[in-house]
């Protein structure tokens, strides 16, 4: 690939302090109130320097791990660009989940309060009906999952005759989840000309072709390395047999500094089984997966959030997307088969500079996955011994 060979880009590394504020970014008095509102006043990196590109119509790329304000990013100067226009869709935001559909719908509420701007989300797994009658009314910016959206736009329910805007959230997200042949099928129904903007963790080759495809003269803002994890997150590993992996993990919920876990399982029915483990065990935790219907997963994610429930256990299907706040362990249950979803997994832990852990439970047949991990991120991980648990210390039955 050229593209990001031949076109600017622009690699910022956190400082230590940052003293500028969102006032000196070029956003309009009506969006300052709302951020000032909402208790922020030192942007992040990835805002301090991709939201005046976008206010000067630049198709921006956007690199970064969760947790260091992506959405804000583009949602700012998004609200900025239209708050004054007419109620007809004229952005449309493409998210891979329900539930960051729902969270980036959210953040575009917030900062719009002040202007008459309107927004809705469409995503799967609930009536059409209602979504129907708000897109028919006029909505300027639609926040969607893109089959949902296909649905609408099928059922002439929305129309992108005024398109200006076009973000791709979680770009590398919708990507492993299928999703090129319907972000391909609705493009294709958009204007040529209009303003694209790509957020993604990672840009692996799949990312920079979608680019090359649908961005113009693109400027890239990179915040730290590709597949970097976040510098306040601590790694370790945990050798241990995988029949004991149930075992291990509520031995160390035993532990009171586990506050709010994040596990990671590979399957929909492991996630099952740990949850009844956790439960028989005294630990309050829910699964979350593909099979869970929408109340339960949103229900699943406010009692997490309000601390009710411990412990979420989730396949890397269903967190895709799942901005919370305040979680201070990410345990990989079962080690990624991808190095960079190793690295999304983490980035759910030591967000906005908090400090945070990630555990890794690994079997003797996933130490190849492992050593892949430690090569992509350039550094050994430590390894934990529990004894009675490493499978070097458990004896034969």
């Known amino acids: 690939m050229e593209l990001l060979k031949t076109e600017t880009e622009v690699e910022v590394q956190a400082p230590a302090a940052l003293t500028e ?23 992040t990196p990835i805002q301090r320097e991709a939201i005046p590109l976008i206010l000067r119509g630049r198709d921006v790329i956007g690199l970064a791990q969760t947790g260091t304000g992506k959405t804000a990013a583009f949602t700012l100067p998004l609200v900025d660009q239209l708050r004054n226009g007419p109620h007809r869709t004229r952005a449309v935001v493409l998210t891979p989940t329900r539930e960051l559909c729902m969270q980036v719908e959210q953040s575009i509420r917030k900062y719009a309060q002040h202007s008459p701007l309107s927004a809705v989300a469409v995503y799967g797994g609930v009536p059409l009906e209602p979504q129907q009658k708000a897109l028919r009314l006029g909505a300027d910016v ?22 200006e805007i076009l973000v791709l959230d ?38 920079e072709v979608l680019a090359r495809k649908y961005l113009r003269k693109p400027v890239v803002v ?44 590979r399957t929909k029915i492991g996630a099952d089984r740990v949850v009844r483990h956790l439960n028989e065990q005294g630990i309050e935790a829910t699964a979350m997966h593909a099979d869970k219907t929408q109340v339960h997963r949103t229900n ?4 997490f959030k309000a601390g009710k429930i411990r412990v979420l256990v989730a396949t890397d299907i269903a967190q895709r997307g799942l901005d919370i706040s305040g979680i201070t362990h990410v345990i990989s249950y079962d080690v990624p088969q991808q190095p960079e979803d190793y690295v999304h997994r983490i980035g759910r832990t030591g967000r906005a500079s908090k400090e945070g852990d990630a555990f890794t439970f690994m079997a003797p ?3 190849a996955m492992v050593r892949t991990i430690e090569a992509v991120m350039g550094k050994p991980i430590p390894r934990v011994s529990v004894p009675g648990y490493d499978f070097g210390t458990v004896a034969a039955d």
Do not use: C, W
Request: charged fraction near 25%.
């Open 21 to 43: 504020t969102f006032d000196t970014l070029g956003l309009s008095a009506d969006v300052l109130r709302a951020v000032h509102d909402a208790g922020y006043r030192i942007p």
């Open 142 to 163: 639609v926040v969607a999952t893109p089959g949902r959206l296909i649905d609408h736009l099928e059922r002439q329910n929305v129309v992108f005759d005024d398109l």
């Open 170 to 207: 979680e770009a590398d997200r919708m990507l492993d989840m299928g999703f090129a042949p319907q972000i391909n099928r609705l493009v294709a129904e958009m204007p040529r000309y209009r303003q694209t903007l790509l957020f993604s963790a990672t840009m692996p080759p799949e990312v």
């Open 222 to 265: 990179q915040i730290g390395r590709r597949s970097e994890a976040a510098e306040t997150v601590t790694h370790a590993v945990y050798p241990v047999p995988r029949e004991r992996k149930s075992a291990l993990l509520a031995h160390l919920l035993k532990d009171g500094e586990l506050d709010s876990v994040l596990v990671f399982v």
């Open 300 to 303: 699943a994610i406010a009692d």
């Open 365 to 367: 047949d996933e130490i």
